[in-house]
């Protein structure tokens, strides 16, 4: 069984800066992208970045542009965001997530179990 296991989560102030990591344990993923997501108290988990291994492309969410930034090592499978300028309201639990992303479709197949992060003001 492929779990994605994140890390790198914790509080910091607003403005400080976090790295988060995610990679699978097990088998390598047969999946073309990695990404982001986040889900905050009451709210709806969200996305936030994608990463495709086919040419690096990379897409984010309009609230962490120009903060935040995704990389990938597609030898080891795995997925890091930088994640830089943090606001208070960026405080969630963040999601790694594999998944398959072509032409109609985008899908996301193995989810790690999510790392905290909160940003106090």
């Known amino acids: 069984q492929v779990r994605l296991v994140e890390s790198g989560g914790g509080l910091v102030q607003a403005g400080g800066s976090l790295r988060l990591s995610c990679a699978p344990s097990?088998?390598?993923?047969?999946?073309?992208?990695m990404g982001w997501f986040r889900q905050a108290p009451g709210k709806e988990r969200e996305f936030v970045a994608v990463?495709?291994?086919?040419?690096?492309?990379?897409d984010y969410a309009d609230s962490v542009k120009g903060r935040f930034t995704i990389s990938g090592d597609i030898a080891k499978n795995s997925v890091y965001l930088q994640m830089n300028s943090l606001k208070p309201e960026d405080t969630a639990v963040y999601y790694c997530?594999?998944?398959?992303?072509?032409?109609?479709?985008?899908?996301?197949?193995?989810w790690g179990q999510g790392t905290q992060v909160t940003v106090s003001s």
């Open positions: 990463i495709t291994w086919s040419g690096g492309s990379t």
């Open positions: 997530a594999a998944g398959l992303i072509a032409t109609g479709v985008r899908r996301w197949d193995y």
């Open positions: 097990g088998r390598t993923l047969s999946r073309n992208a």
